[in-house]
């Protein structure tokens, strides 16, 4: 079976206030994405999320696992994908959609089969997937790049000037409950959320790639009056509950797909804390 995946629970703030080093990373630090000919999916309690990815050197199948209790993979879920890696195409239902480097797939409620596929296996495809709980079908829609709605944020004198890439989203697809994006750092600048934010009906994954080899990246979590870090490499994701900031800083400029679920689909829907007050 080329799909494997593990369950991780919901943790209370008061919970983690306690935590070591050892047991954050264990509870919140996904560091097993990206393996070569292998499906791997951690699925979270908080909003019964899904993050994952595929790296296909032949054909792989996204497999059904135990905790959907369900038939297929996706009788009751939407599927987001961003392809870290190099060319490849995703077959949904028999039909292919080829996703370059950094472009996007939002497949519906109701698909039976998805492959994925490297379109030279000597340069895979590394694609990576965000799935949560759906109520209705929308259509299946790839999303360039090219095509995201961008927004410039920040500036290079507070070291955080940014493209937002927001590609599966309320605007460009229609989706359940399922947003995912992209943003990418300028050089020069390594801060991303700043200031730092909660949304309270809504929980968030961030995945942090085009992390120069020997760099890192430290997010940033916790309350805003009660935060913790956590230091991570390249293809890492990291679980941010909707008690919880999520930001982060690099020894240098980078990438980073976010993904979210919830209650809402209100991208504005936030609650920001001041950069000063943060402790």
Known sequence: MSTQYETRYASSPKAVKKYDTKELREEFLIDNLMQPGKINLTYSHYDRYIAGSAVPLKPLKLENIDPLKSPYFLERRELGIINAGASGTVEVDGESYTLEHKDALY????????????????????FYLNSAPAHRN????????????????????TANHRTVNQMIIGGVITSCQLQMGMTELKAGSVWNTMPAHVHDRRMEIYFYMDVPEGQSVCHFMGQPQETRHIWMQNHEAVISPPWSIHCGAGTSNYTFIWGMAGENLDYTDMDTAKITELR
């Not at 497949?107 to 590394?126: C, H, Y």
């Open 107 to 126: 497949i519906g409620m109701g698909i039976k089969e998805v492959i994925f596929k490297s379109n030279d296996v000597t340069k895979p495809a590394k």
């Open 138 to 157: 929308y259509p299946t829609k790839k999303v360039s790049l090219a095509e995201a709605n961008k927004l410039e944020l920040g500036s290079l004198e």
